[in-house]
């Protein structure tokens, strides 16, 4: 009597002949390779069918790393003919549903997972999973929905399906049968008001009652998201989901209660400056108003737009008003002033400035006004002008911005040929703020303006304290500035490169590093990295790190915990969980390959699949996209800015869709902005088109990804004949001129550790 083994194997082996014939077609594999690659019988064997040799799994894990998926599947179902040990066979099955389900065929990749759930021993769980999945991305959802109730009875205490309940109510949508989503999204939200599962699940709720014609139900829903008090994405969207759920229940109109509601809600985003939520909030109490504001709403809303990046609409406020006879026309023609600056149209910004002064002469505005000409002239390289500006306003108290406006009389000095009066000034900054951050950039620049002047021994003196740091952005320059001139220099990367990290990779975690209470979980989080299942890794990392993240656990157990949160995409956790263990410390105190095969904890070479991909496709850095994403995020896939910036690379959504539109996407959302491959993808086309425009200018690049290309198009039209430093240091935002310094930092590290 054949054992249930041999039974399961004579299933597979029919039904690998019968798929291996249809993906052959699918795929279209020549004839001839088809009938090469199925022996005697049919059945498939290794030879002339994409691959050479005898098959094993090894080569076609690799195969389908390389994503090489027709050679995979040959490989496999061959290897699964050898009959391999049962263990062997159930990571075969599950590794060829995942190729069939990567190259379109997930309807047949189920059946793959379901065999596999009977063989892969420890990772039944995993193989159901994927059960589910693959019907799901097959588009049969209620397969789908019985599967994932199937095998809840079956891995009811698995954290592969801690996320159940939320994927049941995405099948039941995506079956449109909406009410019953809606119920199933309201029961997961429960009364646990102002959290964020509260505000995601209701809001879906709100959704899915609107799909299912039942507004009332759907407005009620969106009035819980906004009366939760929380605010994020979802409260800002409930804004126009309430507002829509309104006019469809009372022919196309809104209620009183809705515009009250929205103009106190309005107010309290206003006062807590989260510009995001009350522009949207406005302008929903402008059409529930009628399309008529009053004057200082309608400054608020100029004012959000203003500083969501929002051009165009915050230039429409800020004209009406600036044109009006109410106390907000100064105020918006200075605003109007500072759009036309960052959309780099300095004459037109000139003239706005102009205006307010002539046509104001009394107005509180007048030295703010002056302020933005003498930048605007500065920009225009009108040094001298700008100079006599700056001396002329330090003549009168200056408050916060003294120190600031030295700097900048200073620097004009500079620029202007005055090297004495720029020295001297710089002297004036660095006794009275002797305490500055900023110390190091007056040095540095006095050190500039001695060795001008030949004065080679003392400009070397300042640079060698400031390379002292060669971390800081100011630190690097003086390294580079010393090693022109032959003298001994630290740069950014030393410790590293002195480590050999980049012919160092780094080890992967073994299960013995680790306590023996989760031994088998990081036996079980490897072997899915390894299969490329990184998000069922990941939950498996997190509840080994819930474990491990307590400070009576030694330090190298937190150091390994850290690395296989790292190699799960846990990257920001990684890094915290390492340093809070005294990574740092250890580091400067010991040269030795412990020390070598950590430092990436630190900067990681983070989602290195897609990096590769898409930075390959555009010709573009990795070491770029990584420092980006360092500066950006973090490595957070779920960080949001207060200008509305999503993701790793932090793209706006309104870029989101231009973005979309031009590689030819259609359905784009600005929720795929938090998906970490979609993000990258998005965030390497936008660089390689900022660095076609600058003519492969990385440093334009850079500042377009946080100020805009149009204002950075005129800052390269002024100060492109200029050195890189000099075009650096005159980058009049301050928050661009500080995020290019350090994205080029990060830069200069991780070419020197992974880029040479």
Request: proline fraction near 4%.
């Amino acid at each position: 009597m054949e054992s249930m083994f041999s039974v399961a194997r004579n299933v597979v082996r029919l039904c690998a002949t019968i798929l291996f014939v249809v993906f052959a077609a699918a795929m279209a594999i020549p004839a001839h390779a088809a009938q090469d690659a199925l022996g005697p019988g049919g059945a498939p064997i290794g030879g002339s069918g994409g691959f050479s040799g005898e098959p094993s799994f090894e080569a076609a894990l690799a195969d389908y790393h390389a994503k090489r998926y027709a050679t995979a599947i040959l490989q496999l179902f061959a290897y699964v003919e050898k009959t391999p040990p049962p263990a062997d066979l159930g990571e075969a099955e599950f590794l060829l549903g995942l190729a069939l389900m990567d190259s379109g065929g997930a309807k047949d990749a189920s059946f793959f997972f379901a065999e596999a759930e009977k063989h892969f021993s420890g990772f039944e769980d995993v193989a159901a999973l994927y059960l589910v999945k693959s019907l799901e991305r097959a588009g049969d959802h209620g397969a789908a929905g019985a599967a994932l109730d199937a095998a809840l009875g079956r891995h009811a205490s698995s954290p592969m399906f801690s996320d159940a309940p939320e994927w049941r109510a995405r099948l039941q949508a995506a079956s449109r049968d909406h009410a019953r989503a809606a119920k199933t999204y309201e029961a997961l939200a429960g009364g646990s008001s102002g959290t964020a599962e509260f505000n995601e699940n209701m809001y879906l709720a709100g959704e899915q009652w609107a799909l299912a014609g039942r507004y009332a139900a759907s407005a009620a829903a969106f009035r819980r998201v906004l009366d939760s008090e929380r605010i994020d994405r979802f409260s800002t969207r409930a804004i126009g989901g309430w507002e829509n759920a309104l006019r469809a229940m009372s022919d196309g109109r809104v209620t009183d209660e809705f515009r009250a509601y929205m103009e106190t809600w309005a107010d309290a985003r206003i006062k807590a400056s989260h510009h995001r939520q009350a522009q949207p909030a406005l302008e929903a109490v402008r059409r529930a108003s009628g399309g008529v504001l009053d004057a200082p709403r309608q400054f608020q809303l100029g004012l959000a737009a203003f500083h969501n990046h929002d051009n165009d609409a915050a230039i429409r406020e800020f004209t009406a008003l600036a044109e009006s006879a109410t106390e907000y026309a100064d105020d918006a023609r200075y605003r109007l002033g500072k759009v036309r600056t960052r959309q780099g149209d300095n004459e037109g910004s000139r003239a706005e400035f102009q205006t307010l002064l002539r046509a104001h002469p009394g107005s509180g505005l007048r030295g703010a006004a002056h302020y933005q000409l003498a930048l605007i002239d500065m920009e225009d390289n009108r040094y001298e002008s700008a100079w006599r500006y700056f001396d002329q306003r330090l003549a009168k108290p200056a408050g916060g911005q003294e120190e600031y406006l030295t700097w900048l009389k200073a620097w004009t000095a500079y620029r202007a040929g005055k090297l004495d009066a720029a020295e001297t000034t710089i002297d004036g900054l660095l006794k009275k703020f002797a305490k500055s951050q900023n110390g190091d950039r007056y040095r540095y620049w006095r050190a500039a303006i001695r060795q001008a002047r030949g004065e080679t021994e003392p400009a070397a003196a300042d640079w060698t304290e400031i390379n002292g740091d060669p971390r800081s952005y100011y630190g690097m320059r003086a390294g580079e500035r010393l090693a022109s001139m032959r003298r001994t220099h630290r740069n950014p990367a030393g410790d590293f490169r002195a480590r050999g990290v980049g012919s160092s990779p780094v080890p992967s975690p073994k299960p013995e590093d680790f306590p023996e209470a989760v031994r088998s979980l990081v036996q079980k989080t490897i072997k899915l990295e390894r299969l490329d299942c990184r998000a069922e890794a990941s939950v498996l990392s997190k509840r080994i790190l819930e474990i491990l993240d307590k400070p009576d656990v030694e330090r190298s157990r937190r150091w390994a915990a850290a690395e296989l949160l790292r190699m799960t995409g846990h990257y920001a956790i990684a890094k915290k969980l390492a340093i809070d263990g005294g990574l740092y410390g250890h580091l400067r105190a010991y040269s030795n390959p412990l020390s070598e095969s950590y430092w990436p904890l630190i900067y990681p070479r983070a989602y290195d699949w897609a990096v590769s991909d898409y930075a390959g496709q555009r010709g573009v850095r990795q070491e770029l996209v990584w420092a980006i994403m360092y500066n950006e995020s973090r490595f957070q896939p779920h960080v949001v800015s207060p200008a509305n910036a999503i993701g790793l690379m932090q793209i706006v959504p309104r870029t989101g869709f231009e973005i979309a539109q031009a590689l030819g996407e259609t359905g784009f959302a600005p929720d795929d902005l938090y998906d970490p491959v979609t993000n990258i993808r998005y965030g390497t086309w936008y660089l390689r088109s900022m660095l076609d425009r600058f003519e492969g200018n990385e440093i334009c690049a850079m500042a377009s990804y946080n100020a805009g290309p149009d204002v950075v198009s005129k800052w390269w039209r002024n100060k492109g004949a200029f050195s890189e430093e000099i075009f650096i240091e005159e980058i009049p935002y301050k928050e661009t001129n500080n995020y290019v310094k350090q994205v080029l930092l990060t830069y200069r590290i991780y070419r020197d550790l992974y880029g040479g």
